[in-house]
Nanobody
């Protein structure tokens, strides 16, 4: 069993930065792929970024490549999402997820956090 708690969201102007954190409980955290998804009002929850538990490789959607960086600290049971050069279209609730399988498919993630709001003003 893994419990996830996100933090670090907030209101920022376009071009600004935020760092999201996701603290996990559970001894097997290091054996899960970790990902960030986001959900804007009236839209589906979409994949943003993932990090592989085995080799630390990362994957991103095209719209955030070069701006967002996902990382993990297994000793602290924490995964991060550094978001730079934020745009209004990045506004959404951001969710942390733990699981395996296909990294971009939300159905393959077993555990979810409660979400943290990110709002980017123009």
């Amino acid at each position: 069993q893994v419990q996830l708690v996100e933090s670090g969201g907030g209101l920022v102007q376009a071009g600004g930065s935020l760092r999201l954190s996701c603290a996990a409980s559970g001894r097997t955290f290091s054996r899960y792929n970790m990902a960030w998804f986001r959900q804007a009002p009236g839209k589906e929850r979409d994949f943003v970024a993932a990090i592989n538990w085995r080799d630390g490789s990362t994957s991103y959607i095209d719209s955030v490549k070069g701006r967002f960086t996902i990382s993990r600290d297994n000793a602290k049971n924490t995964v991060y999402l550094q978001m730079n050069s934020l745009k209004p279209e990045d506004t959404a609730v951001y969710y942390c997820a733990a699981g395996g399988g296909t990294y971009y498919y939300k159905g393959d993630y077993y555990y979810w956090g409660q979400g943290t709001q990110v709002t980017v003003s123009s």
